[in-house]
């Protein structure tokens, strides 16, 4: 298993390292054979060698990353009060993502990951 999410936790302090080790937190909970590693540049848990969720601080915001527009289109009804990209979800230490948000995304994209890998 690789160290990549526990490396970049590491250069994070204070309540935002907290809002992102959360997010890793559940995303384990929900896939505990996802592993650490890196996709697209960014420490990422990583499920049957695609990019399962990765979350980092930007400059004005955290952002999460499930590696799928589809994900976050599909989840649009539990991040009404989140900024979306077609690929990222922004939220904060201050206003963090709801667990049921959390475990829909990363469950949404386990589920899709398998489809693809069949």
Same mark, same amino acid.
């Given at each position: 298993m690789g160290t990549a999410v526990i490396t970049y936790l590491s250069t994070i302090d204070g309540a935002d390292r907290a809002a992102l080790e =959360? /997010?890793? &937190?559940? %995303? $384990?909970?929900? /896939?505990?054979?996802a592993q650490e590693g890196t996709s697209y540049g960014m420490a990422a848990l990583i499920y049957r060698g &695609?990019?399962? +969720? !990765?979350?980092v601080r930007a400059k004005k915001f955290l952002a999460l990353y499930p590696y799928s527009g589809a994900v976050v289109a599909a989840n649009l009804n539990v991040l009404a009060n989140f900024? #979306? #990209?077609t690929g990222s979800i922004h939220y904060s230490a201050e206003h963090q993502l709801p667990d049921i948000a959390l475990q829909s995304i990363v469950t !949404? =994209? $386990? !589920?899709? +990951?398998? %489809? &693809? #890998?069949r």
């Open positions: =959360r /997010v890793y &937190k559940i %995303a $384990r909970e929900i /896939v505990p054979e &695609k990019g399962l +969720i !990765a979350t900024e #979306t #990209t !949404a =994209r $386990r !589920a899709e +990951i398998d %489809a &693809k #890998t």
